[in-house]
């Protein structure tokens, strides 16, 4: 079973950036693509961003579109997602995942927390 690895969060300041990390154990000719969720207290997880290994296409949430940017780094089999602008409301535990197809997820990270102060 493939195993990612999130890098840490952190404490930041509203307006901040930040970058989070993940990589995967699989091999990068295994992997379909790879995505990024959140959870907020008391709340669902929600999708954040995407990206597809062979043409690095994209997806955003509407919340974070413009702000947050995915990419990868092929040799390394990781996957970045650089968070700019960051909003209090950002806040939340960021979890990275595997797709398999487009829009499904099989694998998941530990998680790791962000929070923006106001």
């Known amino acids: 079973q493939v195993q990612l690895a999130e890098s840490a969060g952190g404490l930041v300041q509203a307006g901040d950036s930040l970058r989070l990390s993940c990589a995967a154990s699989?091999?990068?000719?295994?992997?379909?693509?790879m995505g990024w969720f959140r959870q907020a207290p008391g709340k669902e997880r929600e999708f954040v961003a995407s990206?597809?290994?062979?043409?690095?296409?994209?997806y955003y949430a509407d919340s974070v579109k413009g702000r947050f940017i995915i990419f990868r780094a092929n040799a390394k089999n990781t996957v970045h997602l650089q968070m700019n602008s960051l909003k209090p409301e950002d806040t939340a535990t960021y979890y990275c995942a595997r797709m398999t197809n487009w829009q499904k997820y099989d694998s998941w990270g530990q998680g790791t927390q962000v929070t923006v102060s106001s």
């Open positions: 699989e091999r990068t000719s295994s992997i379909y693509g």
């Open positions: 990206i597809r290994w062979s043409d690095g296409m994209t």
